[in-house]
């Protein structure tokens, strides 16, 4: 079992430049299907063993495409979702950052009455360790096969954390990067939700960052989990008013400061870490603590 | 982007918003003319990217049109100085000449982005002209609030239904709606990030005016906005940020510590941030260098760091995605060999093509501290900038 993507994910690449080529071959290498890439225009080529397409509805139709992953340069990445949404392929994953927020406002609206599901964007991916399902931007080699589903705002905090975990033994069931941008498609409250209810996941760590109050939300929804949650909010030192990166990492009221999302999820029950270089030593008292290592 | 106020009443004027009558003056004697044609009294206002103005002793009011232009004369030039600025303050190059109003009552208006349900959402309170989070936190419930679902647009019975909340109501209630409705049809068509009115004032003869107005641009959206990309005040902006940006260095922001951070992603940057303050350093800048699939990205990016005084080590904190490390380290070796980072360096590197990486700094034998691990990297880093 595993969050979002199996074995049997069938993964076409919008946007099959550089970047889409690159991590189309990581992917292939890390046994991951990767059935095809969609370039309007280039449809019919052959670029790097991968069959393109024009449109997703193709990809869709020939490949039985189920999961899309967009490196679709920004000025066209809402439009790329849309086509993917259209499509009916149920995981989209989009990697390009920069996104105009209203265009994000226009596809939000549209998937709230969808059967996809979006992820991102402005995120590193989702991985599913177990099953070698990897749609995403992410190295993996730090990642090892176990049951900790990781769940974070920023890409290479994703990675540092699941360093961290494989270097103490600590395997992981996945990750999804939920995005940094101000609107995304799935927030951390609904990827928890995603790791509570898979049996390959004993526990969640999250990493949350000052600015909107996702985290806020996150933590009305850690007082019902039965999953143990080790949380870390980045930007505890970050001034207020200035946007640190990441759009959606700019503090505007008092509910944006990392010390509010730090009660808030402490008062859910969430174990909070105060540096992020501890996040891998304290999941492993909290495992320990609840026998499960 | 932020916009001053008299580039915002601009906006909004032309989607239908009534704003004072004025304009903006660069000279006294402009001030002085604006007066004039005003009718021989004005308020003269700094502009500057900084609330709190009046305090600071940025808005005058000028009961003839030769004390305009010494108010002028006297706001023009300095260093406006708030609790928002810094201690150095925004420099004050134009002052907004406008016409004296006779306030009655005083509104809050706004638009911005609610992130959760993802769409525009408008702000009202009749406590206008005060600080809206004191509002938000002391009288939460004098403040209402309707979303723009992006499906059907704004529609005119959010717009009354804000008007009658705050009071805007008999022959208040049209003219309310309307402004209402420019207001959203602005932030739509310029992609606004905020856009806020505080006050909107009633005046004694029964009119509404945007008294004042902040105005943010979304900066993805520059690509589209190129009119108000122009309006761009490079002289409200840190000077090594705008270095940075010319450099080709987006996510730079100057911070008040001694340890420069070189890092890839945002998170990884804020953490590293807090991580040296968990060591009991302090961070002297924000920077996410992204991808890096360029040594000369990297090389400027430390040329920025390097030349800023109050650096007395830097950290090089590197997870390697999308960024390779090997181009990190070669930039690393580069600006060390061409003298732009004379300071003690330590640098972690972790990810894609970390071997390679780590081969460069090898062979280069340059005078390096090597971290393995984050925390180790930035107890390195504080120590190295208190030795120094």
């Known amino acids: 079992m595993s969050v979002l993507m199996n074995r049997n994910s069938k993964v076409v690449v919008q946007g099959f430049g550089g970047a889409g080529q690159r991590e189309a071959a990581n992917g292939r290498a890390y046994g991951t299907q990767i059935v095809c890439g969609v370039t309007p225009g280039r449809g019919g080529q052959v670029i790097e063993n991968t069959p393109i397409r024009n449109t997703v509805e193709e990809a869709v139709k020939e490949f039985g495409a189920n999961v899309s992953l967009i490196f679709v340069p920004a000025p066209f990445a809402a439009d790329a979702i849309l086509e993917a949404e259209a499509a009916g392929v149920p995981v989209i994953i989009c990697i390009t950052e920069g996104i105009p ?72 069931s996945g990750s999804v990067g939920v995005g940094g941008d101000p609107i995304i498609g799935t927030s951390q409250r609904e990827a928890l939700e995603l790791f509570e209810a898979d049996p390959d996941t004993n526990a969640i760590v999250l990493i949350g960052e000052i600015g909107g109050t996702a985290e806020q939300e996150a933590a009305e929804y850690i007082k019902t989990m039965k999953k143990p949650v080790v949380a870390f909010i980045g930007g505890a030192t970050a001034p207020p008013g200035r946007r640190m990166g990441h759009a959606g990492a700019i503090i505007a009221g008092a509910a944006g400061t990392a010390s509010a999302k730090q009660a808030a999820l402490r008062a859910a029950g969430a174990t909070v870490v105060e540096s992020p270089s501890n996040i891998g030593q304290t999941m492993l008292e909290v495992l320990q603590k609840a026998g499960l290592k | 982007m932020k916009l001053h106020e008299y580039q915002a009443k601009e906006l909004l004027a032309r989607f239908g918003v009534p704003v004072p009558k004025g304009r903006v003056a660069r000279t006294p004697e402009e001030a002085e003319a604006i007066c004039r ?164 004032v009633v005046t004694k003869d029964g009119k509404l005016l945007a008294a004042d107005a902040k105005y943010s641009i979304d900066d993805n959206a520059d690509y589209r906005q190129k009119d108000i990309a122009g309006m761009r005040d490079r002289s409200q902006e840190a000077q090594r940020e705008l270095e940075a940006h010319d450099a080709g260095i987006q996510n730079y922001v100057k911070l008040d510590g001694t340890i420069g951070c070189l890092v890839n992603g945002a998170g990884l940057a804020m953490a590293t941030m807090d991580a040296l303050k968990f ?110």
């Open chain 1, 101 to 172: 927020v209203l265009d994000m406002v226009k596809v939000k609206r549209v998937m709230k009455g969808s059967k996809s599901r979006l992820i991102g964007p402005n995120c590193p991916g989702v991985i599913s360790v177990a099953e070698h399902a990897r749609a995403g931007i992410m190295p993996v080699d730090v990642y090892m096969e176990g049951h900790v589903g990781v769940i974070s705002r920023s890409g290479t905090l994703v990675y540092e954390a699941v360093d961290q975990l494989t270097r103490l033994g600590i395997g992981q």
């Open chain 2, 37 to 200: 044609e005003l009718g021989g009294k004005a308020v003269i206002k700094a502009q500057a990217h900084t609330g709190a103005r009046g305090k600071a002793g940025g808005v005058k009011v000028a009961q003839t049109p030769a004390e305009a232009k010494q108010h002028a004369a006297s706001i023009l030039g300095m260093q406006l100085v708030t609790h928002q600025t810094g201690p150095q303050g925004l420099p004050v190059s134009a002052v907004l000449v406008e016409e004296l109003v006779d306030i009655e009552r005083e509104i809050y208006l706004s638009v911005a982005i609610d992130n959760t349900p993802g769409m525009p959402v408008i702000i009202a309170s009749a406590q206008g002209g005060m600080d809206i989070e004191e509002v938000a936190a002391n009288h939460p419930e004098a403040i209402f609030q309707v979303h723009v679902d992006p499906a059907c647009g704004f529609q005119p019975f959010q717009g009354r239904s804000l008007a009658f909340k705050v009071g805007l109501t008999g022959d208040l209630l049209n003219p309310a709606t309307a402004i209402i409705g420019a207001l959203v049809k602005a932030f739509d068509a310029t992609d606004g990030s905020i856009i806020e009115i505080n006050p909107l």
């Open chain 2, 279 to 388: 060591e009991g350093g302090s961070p002297a800048n924000f920077l996410d260098i992204g991808t890096a699939n360029s040594t000369d990205t990297v090389v400027a990016a430390l040329k920025i760091i390097g030349s800023d005084p109050d650096v007395k080590a830097v950290l090089v904190n590197i997870f390697g995605g999308l960024a390779r490390t090997d181009v990190i380290a070669q930039g690393i070796v580069d600006a060390k060999r061409e003298g732009f980072i004379p300071q003690p360096t330590v640098v972690r590197l972790a990810g894609t093509n970390v071997e390679a990486g780590m081969k460069i700094l090898d062979a280069s034998e340059l005078d390096l501290g090597r971290a393995d691990g984050f925390a180790e990297a930035a107890r390195m880093a504080v120590a190295a900038a208190k030795r120094k």
